[in-house]
T-cell receptor, first 117, second 111 residues
Framework: SAVISQKPSRDICQRGTSLTIQCQVD?????MFWYRQQPGQSLTLIAT?????????ESGFVIDKFPISRPNLTFSTLTVSNMSPEDSSIYLC??????????????FGAGSRLTVL | GESVGLHLPTLSVQEGDNSIINCAYS??????FIWYKQESGKGPQFIID?????DKRQGQRVTVLLNKTVKHLSLQIAATQPGDSAVYFC??????????FGAGTILRVKS
């Protein structure tokens, strides 16, 4: 399965600033997914990033707050804009792999843990 | 490393015992159901999946059971080991490639 590298692995940010998270995959993939994992919670899909088109955002997430770039088939960035303490989370990049039953199983990066003060 | 499951339900088992982790899912249209394991400081890792037309599937030391009547999924881990300590998430695929994750359960293995 694909190997995913995320940067930064963790950061402490000041309220009102923005931070861009990078996701690099070792193979070309059509779709990349960005998830958020708030403290003590499960994973929630933010958006799907396709190369050559605008990202598709899930309900509750907007482009102005979480702009996404997808310049090629191996790379994507997620920016968390105008951060507040409520944005403190782990942000995870994922791509489609293959599961034992034929499911399109997602492979995840290690995540980027952001703490907003 | 930091825990990702500070507020999640916890299952504590003795090393060598079997573990059963349960999950209730919400969408009858899901084609696949998947179990993930998340260790501290890491992203979720695929364990096993099951298609909606099956009710049981076995892997190495793990078995997934699907009860569509009551929308219930379980993960059984045989002879639980300390390395099995992690947060376990179920996920379903109601919308193609998008995964919808369940709440998660912390598994603690006592030596």
């Amino acid at each position: 399965s694909a190997v995913i590298s995320q940067k930064p692995s963790r950061d402490i940010c000041q309220r009102g600033t923005s931070l861009t998270i990078q996701c690099q995959v070792d193979s070309q993939v059509t779709m990349m997914f960005w998830y958020r994992q708030q403290p003590g919670q499960s994973l929630t899909l933010i958006a799907t990033a396709n190369q050559g088109s605008e990202a598709t955002y899930e309900s509750g997430f907007v482009i102005d707050k979480f702009p996404i770039s997808r310049p090629n088939l191996t790379f994507s960035t997620l920016t968390v804009s105008n951060m507040s303490p409520e944005d403190s989370s782990i942000y995870l990049c994922s791509v489609v792999g293959t599961g034992g039953s034929g499911a399109n199983v997602l492979t995840f990066g290690a995540g980027s843990r952001l703490t907003v003060l | 490393g930091e825990s990702v499951g500070l507020h999640l339900p916890t299952l504590s088992v003795q090393e060598g015992d079997n573990s059963i982790i349960n999950c209730a899912y919400s969408n009858s249209a899901s084609d696949y159901f998947i179990w993930y394991k998340q260790e501290s400081g890491k992203g979720p890792q695929f364990i096993i999946d099951i298609r909606s037309n099956m009710d049981k599937r076995q892997g190495q030391r793990v078995t997934v059971l699907l009860n569509k009547t009551v929308k219930h999924l379980s993960l059984q881990i045989a002879a639980t080991q300390p390395g099995d300590s992690a947060v376990y998430f179920c996920a379903e695929t109601p919308y193609g490639n998008k995964l919808v994750f369940g709440a998660g359960t912390i598994l603690r293995v006592k030596s």
